[in-house]
């Protein structure tokens, strides 16, 4: 097929649920491409020899050649070539922000609209799972014991590369499900907890060992794990829910973002009583936030029958940090979008919510980071009227797992100090990535820093160590 | 993993369970907590751990039938298996050598003060222990109080058994005495537990009370157990469950307990009645 023909397709939309159906239910939104789609999208694709796209790609997932192979029909090859870099490609497919990373450097974004590389990516982790996930040869067993800290997707990155490898790999999880944010903060309807049991399913049977309700700092400290392994990875994430300080907060009504979603994901209060957690979501709600995990609440407040739901964000919709998937999702859905407002005040009654009170803001000058910083406009204080308030204000990292980890040096927003390059913290054996490192980011980042940590850790464990440890004096 | 090795009715609302969980019982201290999952669509049940046994590998943990969840944990027996069991959990209490000790224990709040009892007796304190109930079919432990304190006081509300009185009563009777009082600890329900905390404090004794607000996940995640003490919001799982009683906001914890009242009835009745629940569904 000639450039030109290929550039004169259009891109193909997805298959969805229809908005008015959707909210009533947590079934997945998008439903995939089917086989001649996935094909005729897949033609789309130049096989630029440069491929800006694999460059774009957090982890460098072999982009145009399982394209290629996908579009020549060969779906085994297109699974060895995608899962060549990304051991959870039916998650990164669905999850990862497409728009700001392969897709948005793919040659034909500049003309038109890029490639679908992330349906496409989900299509061929769907495919194999249909067909029966193949386990690749693992080499055998080295005899070194390494422990992973955390189950999200830094921590079963890192522990699936090290099992290839020959390793012996436990991950200790300190909830009772493994996945980290995929099981109990990314919600059902965007990240079927199905596939993501699958994908674990698949490291367990690289070897990895997973041992849930393991609180590091409880149970067992780092120093005490360094004494029966050889090596630990930190991938404990940020989970540490943050709150505004304002009046009113701990009224009845008000949730932490991390609850209402673990209450709804991991515990499965959407189907109380039939499971036995609740979740208390009123008639009218107010999300504070626009991240991924505002949207997430947004859309879940709407599916448990909130008539009214919205987003309140102090500053506009340009600076909206969630994927546009989700920001195009929850504005189908009916969530109202109530920019450049700030709440001062959570009004309550008789120990519950009430309303809320906010104040408009307006963008001032860039600060330091290029954003326009948002400030009060005097005398716009108004009232709004809801019954439940979430906090979705970003994370920190959960400083529990440091406990007893003496060593471990930590930045001002309680992150640990960890060489991008490798991995290494301060704390000799100890290497750390993910959320944990840079803060609440993305699913492909953690799993990039699983992978490179791995690799360091191999070079470390086989005698080879690249350099000196990480020392006080170097600059992290 | 987690199976019951063996239970004990100690009262018509009370059962003990022992459980083999080797590894939380290597690390158990007083004062801390257990999340449990009686069963896969279970909640996560924070409880306090009433005893350990590093050498048989067993927490034992003392619940009361309220709702669903624990009603469903009183129907297994030894040899069933917990979905879940996550442990130590909270800081555990601050032993030292204070002097002289006052602990106070009210219904189910007998059993989270026995090991506290037991490990400041260790640590050379003179442990006074006050255990009270509704009535005397209610009170359990005594004999086991007995055994780690060196005066023990037993009242019930109505003089079913022993003293008729509420437990601050013989608190303030030994504040008042003269003898000199180093620290109390109050455990049981929030509302008790404030009492004690006003009891003592015209008497500048410092007071430890042990939340128990609601939890999901009990390692600082969600901030569901959100409580405010000396104007300061903490999470009861992590910087608790033990916190300065004179400081807590019992109005709040007494108020954020009540927030799932209306669902934990509604569990609580389909559990109770399966067959006009079946019949339901059969129309
Ligand atoms: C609601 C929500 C929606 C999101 N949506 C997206 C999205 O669409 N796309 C995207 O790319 N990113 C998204 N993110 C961000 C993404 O999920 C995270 O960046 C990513 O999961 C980080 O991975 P991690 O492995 O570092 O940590 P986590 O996924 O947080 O996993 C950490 C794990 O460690 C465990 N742990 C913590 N402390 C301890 C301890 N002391 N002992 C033992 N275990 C411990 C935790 O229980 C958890 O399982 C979202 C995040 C949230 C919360
Ligand atoms: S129970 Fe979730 S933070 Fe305490």
Wanted: aromatic content about 6%.
């Amino acid at each position: 097929m000639a450039r030109s023909s290929r550039s004169s397709i259009a891109r193909h939309s997805m298959a969805e649920q229809e908005p008015s159906v959707r909210i009533t239910n947590f079934d997945e939104v998008a439903l995939g491409y089917d086989l001649t789609t996935a094909v005729e999208e897949a033609q789309r694709c130049l096989q630029c020899r440069h491929s800006p796209c694999v460059s774009g790609c957090p982890v460098g997932v072999r982009i145009p050649e399982f394209i290629k192979a996908l579009r020549e029909g060969d779906m085994w090859d297109a699974v060895a070539k995608l899962k060549d870099k990304n051991s959870l490609p039916a998650v990164c497919g669905r999850v990862c922000p497409q728009e700001t990373q392969c897709e948005e450097v793919c040659v034909l974004a500049k003309r038109g609209e890029p490639v679908a590389i992330g349906r496409l990516e989900r299509f061929v982790a769907d495919w194999e799972r249909e067909h029966g996930i193949r386990v690749p040869p693992v080499a055998s067993s080295m005899g070194k014991r390494v422990a992973v800290i955390g189950s999200g997707p830094a921590g079963l990155t890192a522990a699936g590369d090290l099992a290839k490898l020959g390793y012996d790999v436990e991950v200790l999880e300190a909830l009772h499900e493994p996945g980290g944010v995929l099981v109990y903060g990314i919600p059902e309807f965007r990240l079927p907890k199905e596939i993501v049991k699958i994908e674990i399913g698949y490291l367990e049977s690289l070897g990895v060992k997973i041992r849930t309700n393991v609180v590091i700092g409880r149970l067992y400290n780092v120093a005490e794990l360094l004494e029966s392994y050889d090596a630990v990875f930190m991938g404990t994430g940020a989970g540490l829910p943050m709150m505004m300080n304002i009046a009113g907060e701990n009224l009845n009504g008000v949730y932490s973002a991390n609850e209402l979603l673990t209450r709804v994901n991991l515990m499965k209060a959407y189907q109380f009583p039939e499971w036995d957690t609740p979740v208390r979501v009123g008639a009218r709600v107010a999300v504070v936030g626009a991240g991924n995990v505002a949207m997430d609440s947004a859309r879940s407040a709407l599916r448990l029958g909130a008539n009214e739901v919205h987003i309140v964000y102090r500053r506009s919709r340009e600076e909206v940090p969630a994927r546009a998937e989700e920001v195009h999702h929850a504005e189908q859905e009916g969530v109202i979008f109530d920019y450049l407002t700030n709440p001062v005040e959570i009004l309550g009654a008789e120990g519950w919510v009430t309303g809320m009170r906010c104040i408009r803001m307006s963008l001032g000058e860039p600060d330091a980071s290029g954003r326009r910083s948002p400030v009060p406009i005097e005398g716009s204080e108004f009232e709004m009227v809801v019954d439940t308030v979430v906090m979705a204000l970003g994370t920190q990292p959960n400083p529990l797992a440091f406990s007893q980890a003496p060593g471990l040096e930590r930045n001002r927003r309680g992150a640990v100090v960890a060489d991008s390059a490798t991995g290494r913290t301060r704390l000799e054996r100890v290497w750390a990535g993910g959320d944990i490192v840079t803060g609440s980011a993305t699913v492909i980042s953690a799993m990039g820093a699983g992978r490179v940590a791995a690799m360091d850790m191999h070079a470390y464990l086989m005698g080879q160590s690249r350099g000196p440890w990480l020392t006080a004096a170097e600059p992290a | 993993m987690y199976q019951i090795i063996a239970k004990e009715t100690l009262t018509p609302v009370t059962k003990m369970f022992v459980i083999s969980a080797p590894e939380v019982a290597q690390k158990a201290q007083a004062g801390q907590f257990v999340v449990l999952r009686v069963h896969e669509k279970g909640e996560r049940v924070p409880l306090t751990i009433a005893d350990y046994d590093r050498d048989e590998g067993t927490i034992t943990i003392v619940v009361q039938e309220i709702g669903k969840s624990t009603r469903l944990l009183g129907q297994l027996e030894p040899g069933d298996r917990l979905a879940s069991f996550t442990g130590p959990l909270g800081r555990p209490t601050e032993i030292e050598n204070y002097g002289t000790v006052v602990l106070v224990g009210g219904g189910l709040g007998i059993a989270p003060i026995y090991p506290i009892c037991r490990s400041l007796r260790a640590a050379g304190n003179h442990v006074i222990a006050i255990i009270g109930a509704r009535s005397g079919d209610l009170l359990f432990w005594e004999e086991r109080m007995r055994s780690v304190t060196d005066e023990l006081i037993v009242v019930t509300d109505d003089g079913s058994y022993a003293r008729k009185a509420l437990v601050t009563v013989p608190l303030k009777e030994l504040l008042e005495s003269g003898q000199t009082i180093d620290r109390v600890w109050g455990i049981g329900p929030a509302i008790m537990m404030k009492f004690i905390a006003l009891t003592s404090q015209p008497f500048g004794v410092k007071t430890i009370v042990s939340l128990n607000s609601i939890m999901v996940d009990g390692t600082g995640m969600c901030g569901a157990c959100r409580v405010s003490v000396g104007g300061r919001t903490y999470f009861a799982c992590v910087d608790g469950p033990e916190f300065d009683g004179h400081l807590v906001d019992w109005d709040l914890l007494l108020s954020r307990q009540r927030m799932y009242r209306d669902d934990e009835a509604i569990a609580l009745e389909r559990f109770s009645q399966p067959e006009s629940q079946s019949n339901r569904e059969a129309r």
